[in-house]
């Protein structure tokens, strides 16, 4: 291994929000250091039931966003058979006035 260019690996407690406390290693800090979690697993909804995007209206932005864009395809896949359906269909052969 090439020496100098790794980080002090060393021994730190970590205080969790709830005031539990572990020891583990890490570069962060120096030897003895405590480090105070403001988030951790215990309180943060990523990990305690998740967040609830109804809640934060994200999920009605995204719906009022992109409402249209589904029904607009099928507008367009619609209107040429309405199109077709509505035009007057023409008689073959020979018409009156050409007579």
Do not use: C
Request: aromatic residues 8%; without cysteine.
């Amino acid at each position: 291994m090439k020496q100098g260019i790794h980080p002090d690996y060393h021994r730190i407690t970590v205080v969790m929000t709830d005031g539990t406390k572990y020891d583990t290693f890490s570069t962060w800090g120096k030897e003895g250091d405590v480090l105070q979690l403001d988030v951790d697993p215990k309180t943060h909804p990523a990990w305690v039931g998740g967040v609830n995007l109804r809640k934060t209206g994200q999920l009605e932005k995204f719906e009022n966003r992109f409402k249209h864009f589904g029904a607009a395809s099928a507008k367009k896949e619609a209107a040429p058979a309405a199109a077709a359906a509505a035009a007057p269909k023409k008689k073959e052969g020979k018409s009156e006035e050409a007579k």
